[in-house]
């Protein structure tokens, strides 16, 4: 389940060339979509545009699964990146190596803290 990206991004291009870059540096399951889903289980690679549309009226499930692309100097969507928990963002025109670092690290992250079980809670196997 954590080995899933979606990529919602509005430049369809750029989301296609993002999963390319990512399908060579990693195998996982990526899957470029038009819509976003906010309740996705894998990590969302999402721009600001996308995480202001309707999908994302209720919020997103996991703001910590999600990277968001953002253009500098966009303060509006930096600020409801912030809003939504977020934790990380990078640049479109960031090197497309720090973009799949942030990635691979929202995985990384998504994985330790799937397996985690609850406070007080145990793992069943």
């Not at 253009?71 to 799949?100: C, M, Q, Y």
Request: proline share 4%; hydrophobic share 45%.
């Amino acid at each position: 389940m954590m080995n899933r990206i979606q990529v919602a991004l509005v430049d369809r291009r750029e989301a296609e060339d993002l999963r390319r870059v990512l399908l060579n540096t990693c195998s996982l399951n990526i899957e470029v979509v038009d819509q976003p889903d906010p309740a996705y289980e894998g990590v969302l690679v999402v721009d600001c545009a996308g995480l202001a549309s309707a999908a994302f009226a209720c919020g997103l499930a996991h703001p910590d699964r999600a990277v968001v692309l953002a253009d500098r100097g966009d303060e509006a969507g930096l600020s409801r990146a912030w809003n939504a928990g977020v934790k990380t963002v990078v640049f479109h025109d960031d090197p497309t190596s720090t973009i799949v670092l942030a990635v691979m690290a929202a995985q990384l992250h998504a994985r330790t803290h799937f397996d985690k079980p609850a406070r007080g809670g145990h793992l069943v196997s």
